[in-house]
């Protein structure tokens, strides 16, 4: 029943009834499945993507490197748990390399970002640096491209088509 979560995470619209004509299975088989995936907290959520930038709304996100100093006892743990708990965080990621979080963050302009990593998340204790790299154009997320208007390319760099 994997198949379901893929589904589901392409497409949150999905209803039953559908995946279980996709997956040929009942639709009360596809109701307990995704039920019991929900109490599990294998399914956390469900959610639209939004192209913000076709909308006269005004936003703005970054995502911001961390590099932290590890708790005692929490390692990363303790930190991350204060940073994702500000409402303008929308994603908070241990990594591997030169920084131990990514922190993916939304604000109506980029000053407000950047007032928001210097007064709210560089004096967090432990925080050792920060580095914001302001997302400009999101071409493809979650899966979902974003805007059409580019023409597919091979990896050679050629149209395809040509």
């Known amino acids: 029943m994997e198949r379901i979560l ?23 088989e596809i109701k307990k499945a995704i039920r019991q995936y929900e109490k599990d907290g294998v399914i956390k959520g469900y959610q639209a993507l939004i192209n913000w930038e076709r909308t006269d709304a005004q936003r703005a996100q970054a995502l911001i490197e961390l ?5 005692k006892d929490t390692g990363f743990d303790e930190i991350a748990g204060r940073v ?29 970002i950047a007032m928001f990593v210097a ?12 580095a914001t790299h302001f997302i ?13 208007d580019y023409e597919e390319i091979d ?5 395809l088509g040509d």
């Open 6 to 28: 893929e589904l589901l995470q392409n497409d949150c619209a999905l209803t039953p009834a559908q995946l279980a004509v996709l997956l040929g299975k009942t639709e009360e």
């Open 67 to 71: 590099r932290v100093s590890p708790q």
């Open 84 to 112: 994702m708990n500000f409402p303008e965080v929308q994603s908070v990621y241990l990594m591997s390399g030169g920084y131990d979080l990514a922190v993916v963050v939304t604000g109506k302009t980029m000053s407000d």
């Open 119 to 130: 007064r709210r998340l560089a004096p967090i204790g432990g925080v050792l640096s920060t």
């Open 136 to 148: 400009l154009t999101k071409y493809k997320d979650g899966g979902v491209t974003f805007n059409s």
């Open 155 to 159: 990896e050679r760099g050629s149209n």
